[in-house]
């Protein structure tokens, strides 16, 4: 083990639990790059989700006006109540998922449980139809997989539809790779750090829903070509049409599109609908 990558808190005494999907991060190293990604004013209201043993928490604290972690574990909130004493700490005891989130903060940095990722991103972001503004910058570390998608442009092999609704929400950025190495207990899977800033969609669509519903076709069997998997919505010839009109060869897939085609597609497909009516 390097002195970078040396356990910055010792764990000994609590074991993760495999129900709450924990692996603390222990290598100082990374630590340190989620730290600069953060990008930490004086004025920040930092929200952390699973602070674990707190070796984040403790990075944070300095440089931010108050941080508040969220953790679902009894026995973690027992001993960071006990070592964590600074003035602008607040603990919840409780599930991301089921409590409200803090209205006064403004950023989140979080090592996430990975078995509920999309459900994190889902209340963090909102969706297309009820998007969420409340923070400034989201920094995750997350499963690689879901890293690559988050960040994967069009035509990429990771790019799939939470790609697109991802990024129809906010600009999301690839910062670095983690090894298994750098947690205790190692995942089964390699991790990544992303940095999603949230903003209004660059160009809004008219019915957000129907969008979500095209993307969750398109996407459906990502070898098909588009006029295949729409099918349920639109006749292949017409969205051919469609298609062609917009300098899109008729034979794309799904994954070729980026976010404003989609939206474009999209506002093309309901208008066809009203004409043929």
């Known amino acids: 083990m390097t002195n970078l990558d040396k ?11 495999k129900q709450f999907g924990q692996h603390w991060l222990q290598s100082d190293k990374v630590l340190n790059k989620i730290l600069l990604a953060g990008q930490l004013q004086p004025s ?10 707190g070796n984040l928490t403790r990075l944070i604290l300095p440089f931010v006006e108050s941080l508040t972690a969220v953790e679902i574990d009894r026995d973690l909130c027992e001993k960071l109540r006990k070592t964590m ?3 602008n700490f607040q603990l919840i005891e409780g599930s991301i998922l089921d409590i409200p989130i ?3 903060t403004n950023k989140v940095i979080a090592n996430i449980p990975y078995n509920i990722t999309g459900e994190i991103l889902k209340r963090l ?7 969420v503004q409340q923070f400034e910058q989201i920094v995750l570390l997350v499963q690689k997989e ?17 790609s697109v609704k991802m990024q129809y929400l906010a600009d999301c950025q690839f ?8 947690f205790y207990p190692p995942p089964k899977v390699n991790s990544a750090v992303v940095r999603i800033i949230p903003r209004p969609p660059v160009t809004p669509a008219s019915d957000p829903k129907f969008l979500e519903r095209l993307l969750t076709l398109g996407f459906a069997t990502k070898r098909k070509m588009l006029r295949n998997n729409l099918i349920a919505e639109i006749d292949r010839d ?19 599109l980026d976010v404003t085609q989609w939206v474009a597609l999209s506002e093309a497909v309901i208008q066809s609908k009203i004409t043929l009516v």
């Open 125 to 131: 972001l909102g969706t297309l139809a009820e998007p």
């Open 175 to 182: 910062i670095c790779d983690v090894p298994a190495s750098a």
């Open 102 to 104: 803090p209205s006064q």
């Open 44 to 53: 920040d209201r930092i929200l952390e989700i699973g602070p674990g043993t």
């Open 238 to 256: 017409r969205l051919v049409l469609i298609l062609e009109s917009m300098g899109i060869n008729g034979q794309v897939r799904a994954e070729d």
């Open 146 to 162: 879901i890293g690559d998608r988050l960040a994967a442009k069009a035509g990429h092999k990771a790019y799939n539809a939470l």
């Open 85 to 87: 004493t600074q003035k």
């Open 7 to 17: 356990p910055v808190y010792s764990s000994s005494k609590i074991r993760p639990r």
